[in-house]
């Protein structure tokens, strides 16, 4: 029973913080009840998903909402990003308000979005009603929309609007493909209230219209791609990113992209059991991945500011888990690892650049050189990140494009891999000439070196060591997790996984 609160609780809760702590008369005070919210619909969150994967899917409102193992684990790594995002905001605000930067009116602004933000993407991972998950992706676009202009400024006002139009459009196609789902759909018993449950039509697949099937998957691959930042519908993308507040960044990358490519896989095994397992959508998926991440490759090349750079990262490595998710079996499974890895390292990298940011005055890569002769700590934070998002070794992110590389090769996707090593090797280069002056580089005698505070020190320290780890071990607990969260997706995953991983992978 106590299960069915919590999961009412992780999409209420943050709602409802959401409506109260604008009312607080001051900035601090609004700031530390959007963190308390946070923190309480995470205590909530980590002991309903815990719950899941020890005794299985929790449903609630006659099966309307339902965690199961993946939207589990996609929930872990969604409270974890706004854990972090919401304590970086806190330093990150505060240095805004002693500059002058910030008023009492975006404060209660920022804190009402962020809280709602949070309980739409909890919404999204929560409902097994495909309708309910499309409602929520759309309140996603509308709350967060006005995140990007905290600051008021002609481009994040155009950023916000670029962001606006271009994902409702690509919205409305995926609406377009979940009423195709829902006309494929008419035959299964139980009637129009139950037509668009997931359980439902996963379990009368076979029923299906295979043709109606394939059409509402090409809608809402457009459709959750566009929202997604999968290329060529990544438009929007870069300019949400560099002009949005620093936190609002982090949550961008750190998650909101993994929310729509969610939606995305949620349809994979109903598409796949009502086409006969043909394959036909994951080579979708893989096409749209190799794609992102040749179009992230080349724009990282000719990029100058900082935020910009990290966008098309992100929209490169979207396109890695896209491919992995794409190829099957093992790559699944590596796609699942390689989102958690992503999300810790992106959160990372856009909190180092937001910080810095403040202390020069720019995002320009030029003005921002020798970072560690400004800050120690947020240097080596965002020269790790870095490190870590082209692939070094041994950071976590490095361990899962080796597996979605090994899973291209047992797949027998010679031209998937060898695209992925090009856009990869591009990256690499192109980033590494980028992190070393920002790292030593000869530094603006305008800038003086800053002192972190604890909390600071936390935020960096936390996510690095966790990508270390997890690049060297990893826990059988976590394994465990993500294989169960596969299994939703492919059933065989897990047994690929285990008997890979037994063989010497982490």
């Not at 930042?229 to 990358?253: E, N, R």
């Not at 043909?278 to 992102?292: D, I, M, Y």
Request: hydrophobic fraction near 60%; charge should be positive.
């Amino acid at each position: 029973m106590f299960r069915q609160e919590w999961l009412w609780a992780v999409f209420c809760l943050p709602a409802a913080v959401g409506l109260l702590a604008p009312m607080c008369p001051r900035p601090r005070a609004i700031l530390g009840a959007m963190l308390a919210g946070v923190f309480a619909t995470a205590f909530c969150g980590f002991r309903l998903i815990g719950a899941v994967f020890m005794k299985g899917p929790v449903s609630a409102a006659s099966e309307w909402l339902r965690l199961d193992a993946l939207s589990a684990w996609h929930l872990a790594i969604l409270l974890i990003v706004f854990l972090m995002s919401s304590l970086y905001a806190w330093v990150y605000f505060e240095e805004e308000r002693r500059a002058g930067r910030l008023s009492l009116k975006s404060v209660r602004l920022f804190a009402g979005l962020w809280c709602g933000a949070l309980s739409a993407m909890a919404l999204v991972l929560i409902s097994n009603n495909l309708a309910i998950m499309w409602v929520g992706i759309e309140a996603t676009t509308l709350l967060t929309a006005f995140l990007i202009c905290v600051h008021v400024t002609r481009e994040s006002l155009e950023a916000m609007w670029k962001y606006i139009l271009i994902c409702s459009i690509g919205v409305a196609f995926a609406f377009m493909g979940t009423l195709l789902a829902a006309a494929s759909a008419q035959g299964l018993e139980g009637g129009t209230r139950q037509a668009l449950l997931w359980t439902r039509l996963l379990e009368g697949a076979a029923q299906l219209d295979p043709r109606l099937m394939k059409a509402a998957f090409l809608f809402l691959l457009v459709g959750y791609g566009t929202k997604a930042g999968l290329a060529p519908m990544h438009s929007w993308l870069p300019d949400a990113h560099s002009q949005a507040p620093a936190p609002v960044s982090a949550i961008f990358s750190g998650f909101m992209l993994n929310t729509a490519l969610y939606c995305i896989i949620r349809y994979v095994p109903v598409v796949e059991a009502a086409t006969g397992g043909s394959g036909w959508c994951l080579r979708l998926l893989a096409g749209f991945g190799v794609f992102s991440i040749l179009v992230g490759a080349a724009f990282i090349v000719f990029q100058k500011d900082l935020k910009r750079l990290l966008a098309y990262c992100s929209v490169e490595h979207l396109g890695i888990i896209t491919l992995g998710f794409g190829l099957g079996g093992f790559g699944i499974f590596a796609a699942l690892f390689h989102t958690l890895n992503h999300s810790l390292c992106k959160t990372l990298s856009f909190f180092a650049a937001g910080r810095l940011g403040q202390w020069f005055g720019s995002h320009d890569m030029e003005k921002m050189k020798g970072s560690c002769r400004v800050s120690r700590v947020w240097g080596v934070g965002l020269f790790g990140s870095l490190l870590a998002l082209i692939g070094v070794a041994p950071f976590a992110l490095f361990m899962s494009e080796l597996q979605i590389l090994k899973a291209a090769l047992d797949h027998g996707a010679i031209v998937s891999l060898v695209l992925f090593l090009a856009g990869a090797g591009v990256v690499f280069i192109g980033m590494l000439a980028r992190a070393i002056p920002l790292m030593w580089g000869k530094t603006s005698d305008a800038v003086s070196p800053v002192r972190a505070q604890f909390l600071e020190r936390l935020v960096v320290a936390v996510p690095l060591i966790v990508l270390l780890a997890l690049g060297l071990w990893m826990p059988l607990p976590l394994r465990a997790a993500i294989e169960a969260a596969a299994r939703i997706v492919d059933p065989g995953t897990a047994a690929v996984s285990s008997a890979l991983l037994a063989g010497g992978a982490p």
